[in-house]
């Protein structure tokens, strides 16, 4: 039995201590050194690998309906078109009969069962009209801002249509005397896909403001009749044109809403100058001889004098006209 004064008692068991001890203090340094490693090491081996590739980005899917990716402001058509009812599509190539739908569950314009305004059909079509009867263009439509719900019928309408990846110019050239008879119009498509930009204005065309296009003679008895630059078109049911005598053979009328009438001031022989100058509209030109007028109509003006009236009901209507750019 051992001596408890002993010192070298119990000697084993504090070398065991010692020994536990040093071993736990290795193993702690070992833990600290892998996380001092983890810490400084893995960071520089993140930004010294390759780089993290991002996911790359889909590109851009064409507009379908431009699917020629044409861009914004491109005509891609132009067509007449003649309805008697029912609704119109006004897509890139003319409509056919079989493609007008009564009621107006499809197409992009609705002619009215009294054939006495258009209406667009569905929510993405719009309607807008166009200041002073102008003749549609790409850059008017796209800058039009009088939203119409329903378009009347008139010769000389004009009017834009806007739906997806389209925008259509529509001028009216006849309209019907009775409910239920055929409007006829011109139709133009253009291109308008969204987000394109929009093509610059061409440059004018034409002869200048002022220039004389034409001038000659009108031998007429019934009808309308439209003063082109180098001759009339006559219609006998006053459905289009400029001018119409009226039933009873006593006046030139203005046909349509695009066409503006007036009297020069003490009859003075009509001139550019003094018809664009003009304040006394009138929807009514006496047919007396030497009677002067100006027609204003989109692009030109127009003077004229009459030079020989009707002996009666039914007899020629002479007068000559002056036509000038504008």
């Known amino acids: 039995m051992s001596d408890p004064q002993d010192p070298a008692a119990g000697q084993p068991s504090s070398d065991r201590d010692r020994l536990d001890l040093l071993a736990g203090g290795v193993v702690a340094?070992?833990?600290a050194v892998a996380v001092v490693l983890a810490?400084?090491?893995?960071p520089a081996l993140r930004t010294t690998g390759e780089p993290a590739v991002a996911p790359s980005r889909p590109p851009p899917v064409a507009d379908s309906a431009t699917s020629g990716g044409e861009p914004a402001g491109t005509q891609l058509a132009s067509y007449p078109v003649t309805v008697n009812g029912g609704s119109v599509p006004l897509d890139d190539a003319a409509p056919d009969h079989a493609q007008f739908v009564q009621p107006c569950s499809s197409g992009d314009i609705c002619l009215d069962p009294d054939s006495s305004s258009f209406v667009p059909v569905g929510p993405q079509v719009r309607q807008y009209v166009l200041a002073d009867h102008?003749?549609?263009?790409?850059?008017?439509?796209?800058?039009?801002t009088v939203l119409a719900a329903r378009v009347p019928i008139a010769v000389g309408q004009t009017f834009c249509v806007l739906k997806p990846g389209r925008a259509v110019g529509v001028a009216i050239t006849s309209s019907p005397r009775v409910a239920g008879s055929a409007v006829a119009f011109t139709a133009t498509v253009w291109a308008d896909p969204p987000g394109s930009p929009v093509v610059a204005a061409p440059p004018p065309s034409g002869p200048p403001a002022g220039a004389q296009v034409g001038a000659y003679p009108v031998t007429m008895?019934?009808?309308s009749v439209l003063l082109g630059d180098g001759g009339i078109q006559i219609d006998k049911d006053c459905e289009s044109?400029?001018?119409c005598v009226d039933g009873d053979f006593g006046s030139l009328d203005p046909v349509g809403v695009a066409v503006r009438a007036y009297t020069p001031a003490g009859g003075a022989a009509p001139t550019y100058q003094g018809c664009k100058a003009a304040t006394l509209a009138t929807v009514r030109i006496p047919i007396q001889a030497g009677q002067t007028f100006c027609a204003l109509r989109p692009g030109r003006v127009i003077g004229g004098t009459v030079t020989a009236a009707p002996p009666a009901a039914g007899g020629p209507i002479m007068f000559t006209v002056t036509i000038w750019a504008d």
């Open 134 to 144: 102008a003749p549609p263009t790409y850059l008017g439509c796209k800058a039009a």
């Open 29 to 31: 340094g070992v833990v």
């Open 221 to 223: 008895t019934t009808g």
């Open 39 to 42: 810490l400084v090491v893995a």
């Open 241 to 243: 044109g400029d001018l």
